[in-house]
């Protein structure tokens, strides 16, 4: 129904900048939320930025600062600046979308979506 493709992971020394994009397609009446996660090894993936569903934004404390996110809702696509990067920046990034889909008997059928994940390497 709805697919989230990312693009613009990689590898960058520490100090450098790279630039994700996540753009969603499908079945899409509106998107509530979207934004990033990042998920390392053995660890939980956890919230790095999102524009909430009340067009907040929302920061991990470790990113703050230096990553920005920022969105066009014209075409459905969130991007996330990452600006002075860090060794323990290192994860796979995820794009997470709360969209909704639909309506059964005028209540908003809404559900989660994820993208396939990138790969950000920083290294010292």
């Known amino acids: 129904q709805v697919q989230l493709v990312e693009s613009g992971g990689g590898l960058v020394q520490a100090g450098e900048s790279l630039r994700l994009s996540c753009t969603a397609s499908?079945?899409?009446?509106?998107?509530?939320?979207m934004g990033w996660y990042r998920q390392v090894p053995g660890k939980q993936r956890e919230l790095v930025a999102i524009?909430?569903?009340?067009?907040?934004?929302n920061y991990a404390d470790s990113v703050k600062g230096r990553f920005t996110i920022s969105r066009d809702n014209a075409n459905n696509t969130v991007y996330l600046q990452m600006n002075n990067l860090k060794p323990e920046d290192t994860a796979v990034y995820y794009c997470?979308?709360?969209?909704?889909?639909?309506?059964?008997?005028?209540?908003?059928?809404?559900?989660?979506?994820w993208g396939q994940g990138t790969q950000v390497t920083v290294s010292s």
């Open positions: 997470d979308a709360e969209a909704i889909t639909g309506r059964i008997f005028s209540i908003p059928y809404t559900a989660h979506y």
């Open positions: 499908g079945s899409i009446l509106s998107i509530n939320s």
């Open positions: 524009f909430t569903s009340v067009g907040s934004t």
